[in-house]
């Protein structure tokens, strides 16, 4: 259950986010430029990214750990997949320096009644915490005590630049900030920056009895898209503690563009049990297709046991053109 913030808890935040903003970090710092914070106590790193220095968008990405930081450079690496779809990597908790017109109802009442004054463009600070299948979303009462925790070491790290800490990022190196426990001191070093290679989990498909059905379906000359595609609309509903994106399983048909199935989403549903209960059911009905293409490493996660069994094909492709130019209608459709 969500539990909010106390004000005197956004205050200590909202203190060290000023003390930053006086740093005007995007200004030596790119977002590439990642400082890493060890914590004496969790078992995966925080990472902070540093955005403006290109004049658009000023703010702080903090990501929690290896997936969330991985996630972060499979935006940066994109290519191909669609911006709308971008949303589905981000995961962790922002400090934006925006405008007033930015800030939602509850942002704007956080500022207020810690009696802050805030004027111009790119001088109002607020936070938000960017989670699979919700909207982005006001801090809770833990990521503003997590994020204070951070932000205190953050300045340290920025603190120790502007004293003459040199640092070769474009060498892929990390302005590094760990407890030392030989001398009970905080630390701040230059260093590689090694991130471990996300490893997606794979789902097995334990009824071996249905695997033995799948195999004995003729086989289709037939390409399929399936995607957990994101719409770019929102759905409050009492049941959970903040909005949700609404998220759709397409199946599509790769050579008539036709869309085979569709299913949406909550926060609760699997993403594998839905993929695997929609194309079984395809396979079941229709045939085999001699191939499956996905978005991303992770959708291929999902399917790549049942697919190796069954033999059929699995690529990835990040446009898929039959199931984004659905969700380009749907959405448009919806707007209307």
């Known amino acids: 259950m969500r539990k ?7 205050k200590e935040l909202y203190d060290v986010a000023i003390k930053i903003k006086e740093l005007k970090p995007w200004e030596y710092l790119w977002d590439l430029d990642i400082i ?5 106590y969790e078992k995966e790193p925080y990472y902070c990214s540093i955005m403006g220095r290109g004049g658009e968008c000023f703010a702080i990405g903090t990501y ?3 997936d969330a930081i991985n996630d972060f450079y499979k935006i940066v690496d994109n290519k191909d997949i669609p911006q ?3 949303i589905r990597y981000q995961n962790n908790m922002m400090c934006f320096f925006g405008n007033r017109d930015d800030l939602t109802r509850k942002e704007y009442k956080v500022i207020k009644d810690l009696g802050l004054k805030f004027r111009g463009k790119n001088n109002w600070i607020y936070f938000e915490k960017f989670q699979k299948g919700y909207e982005p979303y006001i801090l809770d009462e833990q990521q503003v005590v997590e994020l204070t925790e951070v932000f205190k070491h953050l300045y ?3 603190k120790a630049i502007n004293k003459g800490l040199k640092v070769d990022f474009e060498a892929g190196n990390t302005l590094l900030r760990r407890y030392d426990e030989e001398t009970k001191l905080w630390i701040n070093y230059e260093t590689p920056t090694i991130i471990p290679q996300r490893k997606y989990r794979v789902p097995v498909l334990q009824d071996e009895i249905l695997v033995a059905r799948l195999n004995k379906q003729k086989i289709i000359d037939e390409k399929l898209e399936i995607d957990i595609a994101y719409l770019n609309s929102v759905i409050n509903d009492k049941k959970y503690d903040k909005p949700i994106i609404t998220r759709m399983c397409i199946l599509a048909d790769c050579r008539t563009e036709a869309i085979l199935g569709c299913n949406i989403l909550t926060p609760d549903d699997e993403d594998v049990d839905t993929i695997f209960n929609m194309l079984i059911n395809y396979i079941m009905k229709i045939g085999k297709p001699k191939t499956i293409i996905v978005r991303d ?3 291929q996660s999902l399917l790549s046991d049942i697919c190796e069994r069954i033999n059929v094909g699995l690529k990835i492709k990040g446009r898929l053109k039959a199931i984004d130019t659905f969700i380009e209608a749907f959405s448009k459709r919806m707007s209307e």
């Open 36 to 40: 890493t914070i060890v914590s004496s």
């Open 156 to 158: 340290m790290a920025l």
């Open 297 to 299: 490493e992770y959708i």
């Open 4 to 10: 909010e913030a106390k004000l005197g808890q956004w």
């Open 64 to 66: 929690v750990g290896f």
């Open 84 to 86: 709308e779809q971008l």
